[in-house]
Antibody, heavy 120, light 111 residues
Framework: QVHLVQSGAEMRKPGASMKVSCRAS????????VHWVRQAPGQGLEWVGR????????SFAQNLQGRVTMTSDTSISTAYMELTGLTSDDTAVYYC?????????????WGQGTLVTVSS | QSVLTQPPSVSGTPGQRVTISCSGS????????VNWYQHLPGTAPKLLIY???QRPSGVPDRFSGSKSGTSASLAISGLQSDDEADFYC????????????FGGGTKLTVL
């Protein structure tokens, strides 16, 4: 079966960093983009960025540039998203999602979500 | 403020047909495909419609999508109580070196 399994919930203080993982199974990890999407409490979905696991190339939402890093470890079919300089505005459920072989293709598989809470 | 504009809520009774609109611009919907996702709080979003009007395997034909110009619509016919969820449209946006944009989401209530 095809799955994306994310790491567990995290609680961080303002100014700290967080790193969420997303392990893929059931398909060839390097064939598809991995996107990250977040949903803050009471808000809609917001695209965070994407990584192409085969090359490691990544791009990010403009409002997060400089604070977000995306990496992948193809040996264990896992993508990572790290966010630094956390504020309460970063409190959200973070999802990874499988895209297509082109960056503009839809997301057909999603992880279960990781709740990240930023609070002092 | 989301780049794509959706109504905050729609409602209908069982068996009815409802539509959810999604309005964008030439850099997103006008030049790219629209996808729709169904999201139940606490669960992973689910792809409902891709490439404007295509249904993934397993999605009932009660769900249909369309696109015209810089707008798109999701129609749900034969409304059922378990259709109640949040629905989001999404499209690739060619501006700013390319990025994905979502609508603000529409809460469907089945009365």
């Amino acid at each position: 079966q095809v799955h994306l399994v994310q790491s567990g919930a995290e609680m961080r203080k303002p100014g700290a960093s967080m790193k969420v993982s997303c392990r893929a199974s059931g398909y060839t990890f390097t064939d598809n983009f991995v996107h990250w999407v977040r949903q803050a409490p009471g808000q809609g979905l917001e695209w965070v960025g994407r990584i192409e696991p085969s090359s490691g190339a990544a791009s990010f939402a403009q409002n997060l540039q400089g604070r977000v890093t995306m990496t992948s470890d193809t040996s264990i079919s896992t993508a990572y998203m790290e966010l630094t300089g956390l504020t309460s505005d970063d409190t959200a459920v973070y999802y990874c999602a499988r895209g297509g072989h082109q960056v503009w293709l839809h997301f057909d598989l999603w992880g279960q979500g990781t709740l990240v809470t930023v609070s002092s | 403020q989301s780049v794509l504009t959706q109504p905050p809520s729609v409602s209908g009774t069982p068996g009815q047909r409802v539509t959810i609109s999604c309005s964008g611009s030439s850099s997103n919907i006008g030049g790219n495909n629209v996808n729709w996702y169904q999201h139940l709080p606490g669960t992973a979003p689910k792809l409902l419609i891709y490439r404007n009007d295509q249904r993934p395997s397993g999605v009932p034909d009660r769900f249909s999508g369309s696109k015209s110009g810089t707008s798109a619509s999701l129609a749900i016919s034969g409304l059922q109580s378990d259709d109640e969820a949040d629905f989001y449209c999404a499209a690739w946006d060619d501006s700013l070196n390319g990025h994905w944009v979502f609508g603000g989401g529409t809460k469907l209530t089945v009365l």
